[in-house]
């Protein structure tokens, strides 16, 4: 009776589907391109005003890039790499759509990066303060086991010449999750701001760059397969049934 027991657990066993390791815990950084605004500000009674003179958007991936000369033109991962696994998502849209970078679906060896961004040059009209703002967000679900680390960054850049035409001005903001370890999840989200001025009699050129970009490094362990762990039963169970036949054994006259 107990060897058909162990005989039954045995084939319940070989008949359990093979599943892989863990899957890898997402990483999300999202611009949120439809928030994306300018405002403008004259100073001492000027007139305030903005000019875009080139508008960029790009996509990287597994040391591959992909570029289009405008916001309006579609980026995915697939104009990309030939194949879409390493990323269940990696893909900025036409204007007003988000610019969206997601690690969710990769293989178990995780030391990859992948961003996506858009950058514009602009000429600043004379005694002109520009504002420009975008809501972000980033996050990381450490739910899963994950021998190392990951990050999710969100970030705005203005750079160009000085405020009075001079040397160089920068002001950048960024969103951030980075996250570690088991059972560490970090998240974040803001409006993202920054600001160029020009206080000159003459226009200034500055350039502009948004970025949304996910990195992990490390591995995912791997975990016993279900039909290892029906082997397992089934093996504990014939040692039980050889232990059953000693006792039998022994007890005999």
Same mark, same amino acid.
């Given at each position: 009776?107990?060897?058909?027991?162990?005989?039954?657990?045995?084939?319940?066993?070989?008949?359990?589907? /093979?599943?892989?390791?863990?899957?890898?815990? @997402?990483?999300?950084?999202?611009?949120?391109?439809?928030? +994306?605004?300018?405002?403008?500000?004259?100073?001492?009674? /000027?007139?305030?005003?903005?000019?875009? %003179?080139?508008? =960029?958007?790009?996509?990287?991936?597994?040391?591959?890039?992909?570029?289009?000369? &405008?916001?309006?033109?579609?980026?995915?991962?697939?104009?990309?790499?030939?194949?879409? %696994?390493?990323?269940?998502?990696?893909?900025?849209?036409?204007?007003?759509? @988000?610019?969206? /970078?997601?690690?969710?679906?990769?293989?178990?060896?995780?030391?990859?990066?992948?961003?996506?961004?858009?950058?514009?040059?602009?000429?600043?009209?004379?005694?002109?303060?520009?504002?420009?703002?975008?809501?972000?967000?980033? &996050?990381?679900?450490?739910?899963?086991?994950?021998?190392?680390?990951?990050?999710?960054?969100? +970030?705005?850049?203005?750079?160009?010449?000085?405020?009075?035409?001079?040397? =160089?001005?920068?002001?950048?903001?960024?969103?951030?999750?980075? /996250?570690?370890?088991?059972?560490?999840?970090?998240?974040?989200?803001?409006?993202?701001?920054?600001? +160029?001025?020009?206080?000159?009699?003459?226009?200034? =050129?500055?350039?502009? %760059?948004?970025?949304?970009?996910?990195?992990?490094?490390?591995?995912?362990?791997?975990?016993?397969?279900?039909?290892?762990?029906?082997?397992?039963?089934?093996?504990?169970?014939?040692?039980? +049934?050889?232990?059953?036949?000693?006792?039998?054994?022994?007890?005999?006259?």
């Amino acid at each position: 009776m107990k060897l058909k027991i162990v005989v039954a657990i045995a084939a319940l066993a070989s008949s359990l589907p /093979a599943s892989s390791a863990l899957p890898p815990p @997402p990483a999300i950084a999202s611009i949120d391109w439809s928030s +994306f605004a300018v405002a403008l500000k004259g100073v001492d009674n /000027a007139t305030p005003g903005i000019d875009w %003179t080139s508008k =960029t958007s790009s996509v990287y991936a597994n040391s591959k890039s992909s570029s289009s000369q &405008d916001w309006a033109t579609s980026i995915n991962a697939t104009d990309v790499v030939a194949s879409a %696994t390493a990323y269940e998502s990696l893909g900025g849209g036409a204007d007003g759509s @988000p610019l969206r /970078a997601v690690f969710s679906d990769v293989p178990a060896e995780l030391n990859s990066s992948a961003w996506l961004n858009r950058s514009g040059s602009f000429t600043l009209r004379p005694n002109t303060i520009a504002v420009f703002s975008v809501k972000a967000s980033t &996050d990381i679900d450490m739910g899963v086991p994950l021998n190392g680390s990951a990050y999710a960054w969100a +970030f705005l850049n203005v750079d160009g010449p000085g405020v009075f035409g001079a040397n =160089t001005q920068h002001s950048g903001v960024e969103s951030i999750s980075w /996250a570690s370890g088991f059972g560490n999840p970090q998240s974040d989200s803001r409006t993202l701001e920054a600001t +160029f001025l020009n206080l000159t009699a003459g226009d200034l =050129t500055g350039t502009l %760059t948004a970025f949304a970009t996910v990195s992990k490094n490390g591995f995912i362990p791997a975990i016993p397969e279900p039909r290892t762990y029906g082997m397992m039963l089934a093996g504990l169970g014939l040692l039980g +049934f050889v232990a059953w036949r000693r006792k039998l054994v022994a007890v005999r006259p």
